[in-house]
C-alpha cells in the first residue's frame, strides 16, 4: 500500500520550506483574490446604478445587463472569497481559471455574435474615474489576460508537483 | 417589496457569508444561506412582477371606460415607474375626454416617456428627445386595439372602436400592405383630421379636416420598408412625407418596431428622424430581437430597413420569427447578428458555468464507489 502526500502551496506548513516559486504562487493568488473583490464590488455597485445600458438584454443569456453584472459580481466577491479564506490554496487557482476562462469565453461568444461595443465588465467604477470605455475596456482585458495567465500556469505548476508527490512515495 | 438597491444588498452580504461558512466546513450553514438567496433572489422579482400585473389589471378596469383591454401606463423614463391612468399621473401632464372614444394627454415633461401596452402588441413614444417634438408620430399598440398619436407634446391615445376600424383602411386594400394607414395621415400635421370622413381606395385616400378642408392624397412604396406619402390640402399645396421604420426597444424590449419619419414640408427642407449610429442600432437590434414574439406587423420578411443616415438593417427570418439581423453603415462597418450562434455561446457558456458543480459531483461519486479500507 502507497501512501500519497498532497501537494499543497500553502507557505506556513510547518516543516515546509518557502520557495520563491511558492511565494509567487502566493502573491497571485492574493492579488487575483484583490482584483477579483475589487472588479465584483464594482459591478455590485454599478448594478444599483440608472444607466439605460442596465435595462438593455444581454445578446447572450436575454436578461438585462443589470441581472448579469450582479450575477457575475457575485460569483466575483465568491470566488474572491475563497482565495482569500482557504487554507489550502490548490482550489484557489482552479477557481481563478475557471472564472477567467468563463469571462473569456463570454467577451468571445460576444466578439462571436457581432458585438462591437465595449464590454462594461468593470461598471461603473470606471465612470467614476472618468476614463473613457475604451481605455477601460482594455484595463478589463489586461486583468483578464493576468487572471488566465496566471491561473492556468500555477494550475499546470500544481499538476506538475502533485504528479511528482504521487511518483515519490513517502 | 425590495428595491434593486436593497436586492443587491441582501446578494452582496449572503455572499460573503455563504463564503465564510463554506470556507469553515459548515456545509448545513453554507446550504441555508445559498438556498435562502436563491428564494430571495428568484421570489422578489416575481413579487414585483405579480405587483405589476395587479396595477395593469387595474388599469385596464379604468380604461375599459374607453375601450376594450387596452392598458396604458406612464414611465418617466426607464429607471422610475410611475404607474399612470386617465388621470394626470406625471408633473406637467393633463388629460381629458374629448369625444367618448378618445382621451388626450399633454407631456410638457421633456423627460416623460410613454409605453402603451395592448393586449398583444404594444409601441412606446419617446418624448426625451427634443429631436422627436418637431415630428408628429404615431404609434399602433395593435393594429385593430390602440393607438398613440402624438402631435407636438399633445398626445392622443385613440383606442379603436368598432366604428374606427371600419374607418382603417384594411391591409389588403392598402396596395402598400400593413404599412401606411390612417396613422400616417395624422402623423402629416393633420391632428384635426376628421376620421369619420376619411376614405381609403387602393393606396389613395380623401378626408376632410375639421374645418372642412378636403385632405387627398396617395401612398407610394420606395422600397421594402420605405414608403412616400403624398397628399395636398385644398387640392393645391403638396406634401410629401417620407416614411421609414426603424426598431425601438421598450424597457422590457417588447417594442420592435417604432414608425420614425423624416418629412419635406412646403420649404423643401428635408427634416430628418433622430440619427443614429451603427452602434447604437446594433444595440437596439441586439436588445429587440431575443425576446422579439414574432415578426411585427410593420415588418416584412426578409426586409432591408434602411435609415435616415443611410443605415441599412437587414432582417432574415425564418419561420415566423426574426433570424438574423445584418446592420450596415454605407461604406464601412457592418455587424450581424445570428440567434443561431446567440444559441452556441449561449450553451456553451452555461456549460462552462456548471462545469465546477459536474466535476465535484463526479469526485464525489468516484469517492463513494471507492471501497472503505
Redesign the interface.
Known sequence: MRNYKRVTILPNVSGQPRSAEIYIARVFIVSAAAVLVLTGVAKLISATGRSPMLEILDPIFLVPFRQLLIAAGVLEVAVAAACAFRRSHALSPLLVAWLATLFFSYRLGLSFMGWKKPCSCLGSLTDALHLNPTISDRIAKVILSYLIVGSYCLVIWLRHLDRHAVSRPT | MLS??QR?SV??IA??V???A??RRDLRMSFRVAVLTVFGVVTIPGLAAGAELHSKAWLNNVSTNFSRGVHVRFKRD??GLGLGKVVPSLPGMSVHVTQTDWFTASIDSPSAFLVCNSLSQSSSVNQHQPAFAEFQMVAGCDSTNFWVISNGTNLQFAPVTEQAKGLKSPPTENALGLYATVEDLLALGVADLDLQTLRWQSNRFTAQDSRGRSISGSVTPESDSDERLDWSLNGSVTHSTHIIYRPQ?S?K?EIPVELSFSSVGQDGIQRMGPRYS??EI??LA??AV??MPSVPAYTKIGTTLVYSNGVRLRLIADKGKIRKITVSEPGN?T????RT??NI??T??IL??L??AVLIAQKRMRAAQKPKL
Open positions: 434593486a438597491a443587491n446578494i452582496s455572499t460573503p455563504f463564503s465564510a463554506y470556507v426607464l429607471t426597444t424597457e424590449a451603427i452602434e446594433s444595440e441586439l436588445a431575443p425576446s462597418r455587424g450581424s447578428y445570428e450562434r446567440r455561446v449561449r456553451a457558456l462552462l458555468l462545469l465546477p
